[in-house]
Antibody, heavy 120, light 108 residues
Framework: QLQLQESGPGLVKPSETLSLTCIVS??????????WGWVRQSPGKGLEWIGS???????YYNPSLRSRLIMSIDTSNNQFSLKVTSVSAADTGVYYC????????????WGQGSLVTVSS | DIQMTQSPSTLSASVGDRVTITCRAS??????LAWYQQKPGKAPKLLIY???SLQSGVPSRFSGSGSGTEFTLTISSLQTDDFATYYC??????????FGQGTRLEIK
């Protein structure tokens, strides 16, 4: 059974870059059967899909965030990463990494979540 | 983007009750809909995908139905463990993934 674990700083200053990594265990990230994604949750906006990446490195992003996103995948270390540039207080929330199946973009495995606060 | 609207926002019910939560899409999404359960401080848990397919390990008292723009999640006989917040999510291929705003199921 897949297990996902987010890691990264819990506090980021406004205008700086938020960086998170998701380490995957219990299976290989180098697979055609899953996409690897990020979802965030904030009191003001509920659950919001950020973007997803395939083992090949192809990405698809939420258009509302696309200009500030960089996602990457490291198949050697079985992990994938998220960067959000030029953050503001609106980017504060719990960030989850999660998998979707190739058959459809529903999230079947989730990490426990990482709280990120944007504040000076 | 496709907007997802859940009703009610809050639902009060008792153990043993049958409850239904509704999710409406702003345009047709065929059956590209999932339901999740979330408890405080925890990640969402997948219950249903493709509108009516039960995720492995999820109790059979949970069921989903619908197609097009209107969907329902039904819990046939509420258990104590079911009091949580429920979210729908659409995954129509040409549109960004979006979630409903959530339905909080609380003990009456």
């Amino acid at each position: 059974q897949l297990q996902l674990q987010e890691s990264g700083p819990g506090l980021v200053k406004p205008s700086e870059t938020l960086s998170l990594t998701c380490i995957v265990s219990g299976g290989s990230i180098n697979t055609r059967s899953h996409y690897w994604g990020w979802v965030r949750q904030s009191p003001g906006k509920g659950l919001e899909w950020i973007g997803s990446i395939y083992y090949s490195g192809s990405t698809y992003y939420n258009p509302s965030l696309r200009s500030r996103l960089i996602m990457s995948i490291d198949t050697s270390n079985n992990q994938f990463s998220l960067k959000v540039t030029s953050v503001s207080a609106a980017d504060t929330g719990v960030y989850y990494c999660a998998t979707t199946r190739a058959e459809g973009d529903f999230f079947d495995y989730w990490g426990q979540g990482s709280l990120v606060t944007v504040s000076s | 983007d496709i907007q997802m609207t859940q009703s009610p926002s809050t639902l009060s019910a008792s153990v043993g009750d049958r409850v239904t939560i509704t999710c409406r899409a702003s345009e047709s999404i065929s059956t590209w809909l999932a339901w999740y359960q979330q408890k405080p401080g925890k990640a969402p848990k997948l219950l249903i995908y493709k509108a009516s397919s039960l995720q492995s390990g999820v109790p059979s008292r949970f069921s989903g139905s619908g197609s097009g723009t209107e969907f329902t999640l039904t819990i046939s006989s509420l258990q104590t463990d079911d009091f949580a917040t429920y979210y729908c999510q659409q995954y129509q291929s040409y549109s960004p993934i979006t979630f409903g705003q959530g339905t909080r199921l609380e003990i009456k």
